[in-house]
């Protein structure tokens, strides 16, 4: 079982930055690939960022390549995503994730996702 809480969002202005946090309860977080999905009213949860259980490893969205960085660190059970130049399009509520396969080469599924967090609005204005 793995617990995960999101923190650090807010309401920032075009072109500012934010760091998102995500903590995990549980001895077993390095086992974990992780990642981060992002929702907008009305829309699908989708990918945004992975990473696998070490950390050496990283996928993004193409929407966000360049502009979002994840990372985590193991001794801590802490996964971060930071975010910059942030744009309106970039407005959303944004989940932590774990799961157990990561690919470099591919965007994880929503469905292959095996713990949620309960989310953190980022809300970006104009």
């Known amino acids: 079982q793995v617990q995960l809480v999101e923190s650090g969002g807010g309401l920032v202005q075009t072109g500012d930055s934010l760091r998102l946090s995500c903590a995990a309860s549980?001895?077993?977080?390095?086992?974990?690939?992780m990642g981060w999905f992002r929702q907008s009213p009305g829309k699908e949860r989708v990918f945004v960022a992975a990473?696998?259980?070490?950390?050496?490893?990283?996928r993004y969205a193409d929407v966000v390549k360049g502009r979002f960085t994840i990372s985590r660190d193991n001794a801590k059970n802490i996964m971060y995503l930071q975010m910059s130049s942030l744009k309106p399009e970039d407005t959303a509520v944004y989940y932590c994730?774990?799961?157990?396969?990561?690919?470099?080469?591919?965007?994880?599924?929503?469905?292959?996702?095996?713990?949620w967090g309960k989310g953190a609005l980022v809300t970006v204005s104009s």
């Open positions: 990473l696998n259980w070490s950390g050496d490893s990283t």
């Open positions: 549980g001895r077993t977080f390095s086992s974990w690939a």
């Open positions: 994730a774990a799961f157990v396969n990561f690919y470099d080469d591919y965007d994880v599924l929503v469905d292959e996702v095996n713990y």
